[in-house]
C-alpha cells in the first residue's frame, strides 16, 4: 500500500520569507512519481510542481522547489519569496503505475503580511 | 477548453434520498477520477475511469455508490439512501493516461445530507 503524511497540520510565514512544507511518503513501486498540489479557498486543485523518481535533479518551478531525498522517502516543498497569493492547502501526493495519486492530510499555509 | 467542470457545485439533500452529480473531463483525456474530500483533509481515492471501463473502485465505495461513464466522456456519481456521513466535497479529475501525467480537478459538488 501507498501513503502519504504530512505532519505540518498549519504552517506561517511572513510575507517575502521562504517556508519549506515536509512530506514523507512510503511505497513498494521503484517507478512512482510524486506532486505537491495546492487548494485555496475556492477549493479548485492546482499543480503545483512535479517530480519523477528515476530524477535525481529536484524539480524546480520559478518560486516553487523540492528537496527529494529518495531514500529516506522524503518529498519536500519550499516556497521562496511568499505572497499573499500562497495562502491555501498544499497537499504533497503519490503516484504509481496506476497513476491513481494517494494524498497526505494537507498543510494550511498561512502568509502573513 | 475551459477544463474539468463538476455539476452542481453544491447539493443539500435529505438523509435517504437519492443524488446524482456529474463531471465533464478535459475532453482529449482518457482518464477520469473521482475521489471524496471531508473537511481538513485530503482527497480520498473513490474510483477511475480509463474511457468508458471503470477500472478500480476503492473499499470506501459501498454499494450504495455507483459510477458511470457510459461513452467514455462525462461521468456520473450516484449515491441512493444518502447518509449524514456522505456529507463530503466530491471532486472529479482527469488526465491524459500518459505515465507521470498530473490529475486535473474540477472545482467540485459539496454534499450536506441533512
Known amino acids: 500500500a501507498q501513503t502519504v503524511t504530512q505532519s505540518q497540520p498549519e504552517m506561517s510565514v511572513q510575507e517575502a520569507e521562504t517556508v519549506t512544507l515536509s512530506c514523507t511518503y512510503d511505497t513498494s513501486e521503484s517507478d512512482y512519481y510524486l506532486f505537491w498540489y495546492k487548494q485555496p479557498p475556492s477549493r479548485q486543485m492546482i499543480l503545483v510542481i512535479r517530480?519523477?523518481?528515476?530524477?535525481?535533479q529536484n524539480a524546480t518551478e520559478n518560486r516553487f522547489s523540492v528537496n527529494f531525498q529518495k531514500a529516506a522517502k522524503s518529498f519536500s516543498l519550499k516556497i521562496s519569496d511568499s505572497q499573499l497569493g500562497d495562502a491555501a492547502m498544499y497537499f504533497c501526493?503519490?503516484?504509481?503505475?496506476?497513476?491513481?495519486?494517494?494524498f497526505g492530510q494537507g498543510t494550511r499555509l498561512t502568509i502573513n503580511p | 477548453d475551459t477544463g474539468v467542470s463538476q455539476n452542481p457545485r453544491h447539493k443539500i439533500t435529505k438523509r435517504g434520498q437519492n443524488v446524482t452529480f456529474r463531471c465533464d473531463p478535459i475532453s482529449e483525456h482518457n482518464r477520469l477520477y473521482w475521489y471524496r474530500q471531508t473537511l481538513g483533509q485530503g482527497p480520498e481515492f473513490l474510483t477511475y475511469?480509463?474511457?468508458?471501463?471503470?477500472?478500480?473502485k476503492s473499499r470506501l465505495l459501498s454499494d450504495r455508490f455507483s459510477a458511470e461513464r457510459p461513452k467514455g466522456s462525462f461521468s456520473t456519481l450516484e449515491i441512493q439512501r444518502t447518509e449524514q456521513g456522505d456529507s463530503a466535497m466530491y471532486l472529479c479529475?482527469?488526465?491524459?493516461?500518459?505515465?507521470?501525467?498530473?490529475?486535473?480537478f474540477g472545482n467540485g459538488t459539496r454534499l450536506t445530507v441533512t
Open positions: 475511469f480509463q474511457n468508458e471501463a471503470q477500472l478500480e
Open positions: 501526493a503519490l503516484g504509481g503505475g496506476a497513476q491513481k495519486l494517494v
Open positions: 517530480q519523477e523518481a528515476y530524477k535525481q
Open positions: 479529475a482527469s488526465s491524459s493516461g500518459r505515465f507521470n501525467s498530473p490529475l486535473h
